[in-house]
């Protein structure tokens, strides 16, 4: 229902990194329960896009709006703390710490909250609780003491979620989930998305195109910094301008 009021809205959202500007003017909205990807060719300005809605980049002009609340004079924490849950293109997890320690150290440090002493945090039933929930939810519970950097790159992925869940999200946004994903690992991954979107959209980009088409509700592309299309899966793949511009026609 395109009348339902979206829990994501960018306005005219533009970034320039000296004479390259990597969003140009981009406008882009995401509804209750659905999965819209961003796509688009390397260097097209997907994850600079992610960084500004999720507060760790600030634009130059435009307005982010979450949940109906201007968030963009908002920092990272702040809008956290509003539901705005992410991933990351490049793993934030600590190798060397066990997976149930990346969670409740992830959910802390996305929280903006300081530990002094590690030992006592990994005691606390508020903060280990909703930890061994996200992990469950993941399909992780049996690794939970396993170390991070023993894991798959796959269950890797799955942590990242799980990081993010424990601050109940009420949106998501993920950047390149399946990368270096398996098939059997992107299609783990994508069933789990196919369910989380219920309780949290997602605004999702990825490359791994089978993913896209299986999942997005719309699809948004994106090319030097300007989103040039927005539509359904079908649309998006019977636009010329996107198939020359982007699927190389
Ligand atoms: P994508 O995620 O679509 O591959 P990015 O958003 O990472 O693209 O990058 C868009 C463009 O902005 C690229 O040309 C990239 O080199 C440039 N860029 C990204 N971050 C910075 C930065 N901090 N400083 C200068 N240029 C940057
Ligand atoms: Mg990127």
Do not use: C, W
């Amino acid at each position: 229902d395109p009348h339902t009021n979206p829990v994501l809205k960018v306005e005219g959202i533009s970034k320039s990194f000296g004479a390259l500007k990597a969003s140009d003017n981009v406008s882009i909205d995401l509804r209750p329960g659905e999965i819209h990807a961003l796509i688009g060719p390397n260097g097209a300005g997907k994850s600079t896009l992610i960084k500004q809605i999720s507060g760790s980049l600030r634009p130059d002009t435009g307005r982010i709006e979450v949940l109906g609340r201007d968030v963009t004079d908002l920092d990272t924490v702040a809008r956290a703390r509003l539901g705005l849950g992410r991933t990351f293109q490049i793993s934030s997890l600590a190798m060397e710490f066990t997976v149930l320690q990346n969670v409740v150290l992830g959910a802390l440090g996305a929280q903006g909250r300081v530990f002094s002493f590690f030992r006592n945090v990994m005691k606390d039933k508020t903060l280990l609780e909703p930890a061994r929930r996200a992990l469950e939810r993941v399909g992780l519970q049996d690794e939970a003491q396993r170390r991070t950097a023993d894991l798959s790159h796959g269950q890797r992925r799955q942590l990242e979620v799980a990081v993010a869940l424990t601050l109940n999200p009420k949106l998501f946004l993920m950047d390149e989930p399946m990368a270096g994903l398996g098939a059997s690992g992107s299609k783990v991954l994508t069933g789990f998305l196919d369910e989380l979107r219920h309780e949290a959209p997602i605004l999702l980009v990825e490359h791994d195109m089978d993913a896209v088409f299986a999942l997005a509700d719309r699809i948004s592309v994106l090319v030097y910094g300007a989103v040039i299309a927005t539509g359904t899966a079908d649309e998006i793949r019977a636009n010329p301008e996107v198939r020359r511009a982007y699927l190389g026609e």
